[in-house]
């Protein structure tokens, strides 16, 4: 078996017996091109089936120069999955990644926005031009409804069901969950949807996508990270701002406020609760606030025994 064989049959894995996203099988995809590419500058002779630890741990070596750990372990944990598949198929007996440890890496959780730094970012927003309010709709839907930016630009207008107050995303995995849409942010969709959106011819295949561009085509991950990169320095906002950023922020949020987890967990489209509550952290001055007033030995309470 070749790398060309084995990777082939390892997407046709990864799309029928495991049903991934596109993003997620590009994503193992390229790992296992890396470790092609690599072999090929080496004069390699290794395998699929005859490849070893020594190999594998040369090529991580290699691209570790140029990647950060965290880039590195998801390097890893990508081999280790190709090499899983070819022990599951029986094309090998081991697994070469078994005894490469991953590097030790901490979860950086990214900024959150205050409920006036959102406003700040939505004033800054010129809405003299179609553009405008298409922007203004778009931070609205994914902060009110804690959207992953492949979930945004994805979104149809078959999915949204104003009348039902529920939006259906489609998430990770191709899986669609439904998400409650404030009031709000469905009176913002009406409106763009009917005056901005309706000015668009769309593109062939794109007739059901609710944001497009000027030309009709859905907008691209990469022009949400730049439209909100831009509104943050109009807002003269110094966090790092992102989608995620938007997503994260509704969902601290909402914990703050009493939501319980297993509710966000549902909301984010999160597969674990573990992730959830790593992802979503609450500061430590809300923490205090917390312990001050629900303690048994808070201030208010010792008040109460002495009266």
Same mark, same amino acid.
């Given at each position: 078996?070749?790398? #060309?064989?084995?990777?082939?049959?390892?997407?046709?894995?990864?799309?029928?017996?495991?049903?991934?996203? #596109?993003?997620?099988i590009?994503s193992?995809?390229r790992?296992?091109?890396?470790?092609?590419?690599?072999?090929?500058?080496?004069?390699?002779?290794?395998?699929?089936? =005859?490849?070893?630890?020594?190999?594998?741990?040369?090529?991580?070596?290699?691209?570790? $120069?140029?990647?950060?750990? !965290?880039?590195?372990?998801?390097?890893?944990?990508?081999?280790?999955?190709?090499?899983?598949?070819?022990?599951?198929?029986?094309?090998r #007996?081991?697994?070469?990644?078994?005894?490469?440890?991953?590097? =030790?890496?901490?979860?950086?959780?990214?900024?959150?926005?205050? $409920?006036?730094?959102?406003?700040?970012?939505?004033?800054?927003?010129?809405?003299?031009?179609?553009? %405008?309010?298409?922007?203004?709709?778009?931070?609205?839907? @994914?902060?009110?409804c804690?959207?992953?930016?492949? /979930?945004? @630009?994805?979104?149809?207008?078959?999915?949204?069901?104003?009348?039902? %107050?529920y939006?259906?995303? &489609?998430?990770? %995995? =191709?899986?669609?969950?439904?998400?409650?849409?404030?009031?709000?942010?469905?009176?913002?969709?009406?409106?763009?949807?009917?005056?901005i959106?309706?000015q668009?011819?769309?593109?062939?295949?794109?007739?059901?996508?609710?944001?497009?561009?000027? !030309? %009709?085509?859905?907008?691209?991950?990469?022009?949400?990270?730049?439209i909100? #990169?831009?509104? *943050?320095?109009?807002?003269?906002?110094?966090?790092? @701002?992102?989608?995620?950023?938007?997503?994260?922020?509704? *969902?601290?949020?909402?914990?703050?406020?009493?939501?319980? &987890?297993?509710?966000?967990?549902?909301?984010?489209?999160?597969?674990?609760?573990?992730?959830?509550?790593?992802?979503?952290?609450?500061?430590?001055?809300?923490?205090q /606030?917390?312990?001050?007033?629900?303690?048994?030995?808070?201030?208010?309470?010792?008040? /109460?025994?002495?009266?």
């Amino acid at each position: 078996m070749n790398w #060309k064989q084995a990777t082939s049959d390892y997407v046709n894995y990864l799309k029928i017996e495991r049903a991934l996203s #596109k993003n997620s099988i590009s994503s193992y995809q390229r790992d296992v091109k890396k470790l092609v590419l690599f072999l090929e500058f080496k004069e390699s002779n290794a395998t699929p089936i =005859n490849i070893n630890t020594q190999n594998i741990q040369q090529f991580i070596y290699e691209a570790s $120069k140029d990647i950060n750990s !965290r880039s590195q372990a998801r390097l890893i944990s990508g081999l280790r999955s190709f090499f899983d598949y070819l022990v599951f198929e029986d094309y090998r #007996k081991d697994n070469p990644t078994d005894l490469i440890e991953s590097p =030790n890496i901490t979860r950086k959780l990214p900024d959150t926005l205050e $409920k006036e730094e959102i406003d700040d970012l939505i004033s800054a927003i010129d809405l003299s031009h179609p553009q %405008g309010e298409r922007n203004k709709t778009i931070i609205e839907t @994914i902060y009110s409804c804690g959207l992953r930016v492949s /979930e945004l @630009i994805n979104l149809q207008l078959s999915d949204l069901f104003f009348d039902e %107050g529920y939006i259906k995303v &489609l998430g990770k %995995g =191709n899986k669609y969950r439904f998400v409650p849409i404030h009031i709000t942010t469905i009176h913002r969709l009406k409106f763009y949807i009917n005056h901005i959106r309706s000015q668009i011819t769309p593109k062939k295949d794109e007739e059901d996508i609710v944001f497009l561009n000027r !030309r %009709g085509k859905r907008l691209t991950r990469q022009m949400i990270f730049i439209i909100l #990169k831009e509104l *943050a320095i109009k807002a003269n906002i110094k966090k790092s @701002i992102g989608p995620h950023t938007l997503r994260h922020s509704f *969902a601290t949020y909402l914990l703050k406020n009493g939501a319980d &987890l297993r509710v966000i967990q549902q909301l984010l489209g999160h597969e674990s609760i573990t992730t959830t509550e790593i992802y979503v952290h609450l500061d430590t001055s809300y923490l205090q /606030e917390v312990v001050d007033l629900h303690h048994p030995r808070s201030s208010l309470n010792l008040k /109460e025994e002495e009266e």
